[in-house]
């Protein structure tokens, strides 16, 4: 629940009042007084829930690949490549199996974040409201309470790093090796592919594209760069096409002038990926011809690909 009212959205106020017994309060109602005050600073403060939020984000527009080790596998003399040795049909089902335990994780880290917001919310106005609220609550009843509240932050904090991949059947074949190797399976995280809207352009007929991987200085994987117009009249055909490319930036030189158009980057599909459901999106508009002049097609970085025209 978001706090969008100024009486709920009032942590600093509440963070700095002392934490002091005042005369006359009841040693049960000071002691939960301080325990939500401190739970509050140490976790649910606006600050905290703001970067929780920002990590789940993040973590939402990933890339989730299978992981399997040992990566290679002796057989009779020598190591061979353990992906040679899976069952393609096993290796198929590990692979649903992934992509069902990604979105559970994604479900269940939104219902943790949707749970600390609103549990915030309501332990701000218990403590602002003095003994009224504290003076009608067990003492015990209050200490789970914070308890379970603690435990579902770090069960949250946990669960943003991918972990294991449960399987209950080989992914190798009993032909296919003598002595079945023991595999571990892991899901692992690439951080999402994001155009750089300052480095990102149009001209006439042409535009500049420029993207980075976050959390990733050096770019490993080849990307799927599309373009799709928009906007197009009804007695027109929309202009379209699709790069492969291997590296962060790319020159399309065979746009329509003044014309708007949708670009979107994403990585190329691996063999491994279980979920992968967002990409970035970018709308630039070409100018009119006569407002820039076109560059030389035999410019650095250009690659050269069929494009789709219908």
């Given at each position: 629940?978001?706090?969008?009212?100024?009486?709920?959205?009032?942590?600093?106020?509440?963070?700095?009042?002392?934490?002091?017994?005042?005369?006359?309060?009841?040693?049960?109602?000071?002691?939960?007084?301080?325990?939500?005050?401190?739970?509050?600073?140490?976790?649910?403060?606006?600050?905290?829930?703001?970067?929780l939020e920002g990590w789940l984000d993040l973590l939402r527009k990933s890339s989730f690949f299978i992981s399997i080790?040992?990566?290679?596998?002796?057989?009779?003399?020598?190591?061979?490549?353990?992906?040679?040795?899976?069952?393609?049909?096993?290796?198929?089902?590990i692979k649903e199996m992934?992509?069902?335990?990604?979105?559970?994780?994604?479900f269940l880290l939104q219902k943790y974040l949707e749970e600390m917001k609103k549990s915030r919310t309501e332990l701000v106005e218990m403590v602002q409201s003095n003994e009224g609220e504290f003076s009608l609550t067990k003492q015990e009843t209050f200490s789970q309470y914070l308890s379970e509240l603690k435990q579902i932050v770090n069960d949250f904090r946990n669960m943003l790093v991918p972990g294991p991949l449960h399987i209950k059947h080989q992914l190798i074949s009993s032909t296919a090796a003598?002595?079945?190797?023991?595999l571990r399976l892991f899901l692992k995280t690439k951080g999402p592919v994001i155009f750089d809207r300052f480095g990102s352009a149009?001209?006439?007929?042409?535009?500049?594209?420029?993207?980075?991987?976050?959390?990733?200085?050096?770019?490993?994987?080849s990307f799927e760069l599309r373009f799709q117009q928009i906007n197009v009249p009804a007695n027109e055909v929309a202009h379209s096409g699709e790069f492969i490319v291997e590296d962060s930036t790319f020159k399309i030189y065979i746009l329509l002038p003044d014309k708007t158009y949708e670009f979107s980057i994403q990585r190329t599909k691996a063999s491994n990926l279980v979920y992968d459901e967002?990409?970035?999106?970018?709308?630039?508009?070409t100018r009119a011809s006569w407002e820039h002049p076109a560059p030389q097609l035999n410019a650095i970085g250009d690659y050269k690909t069929e494009c789709d025209t219908t």
């Open positions: 629940m978001a706090e969008a009212t100024s009486n709920n959205d009032t942590s600093s106020s509440v963070i700095s009042v002392e934490t002091e017994q005042d005369e006359g309060e009841p040693p049960a109602v000071f002691n939960c007084r301080k325990a939500c005050l401190k739970l509050i600073d140490d976790h649910l403060c606006v600050a905290t829930l703001k970067d080790l040992p990566p290679k596998t002796l057989v009779g003399p020598e190591y061979i490549n353990t992906m040679l040795l899976v069952d393609p049909q096993r290796y198929k089902h992934g992509t069902d335990q990604t979105k559970l994780q994604l003598r002595h079945l190797p023991f149009a001209f006439d007929n042409w535009a500049h594209l420029s993207w980075h991987v976050s959390g990733q200085r050096h770019l490993t994987d967002w990409h970035d999106v970018i709308t630039l508009s």
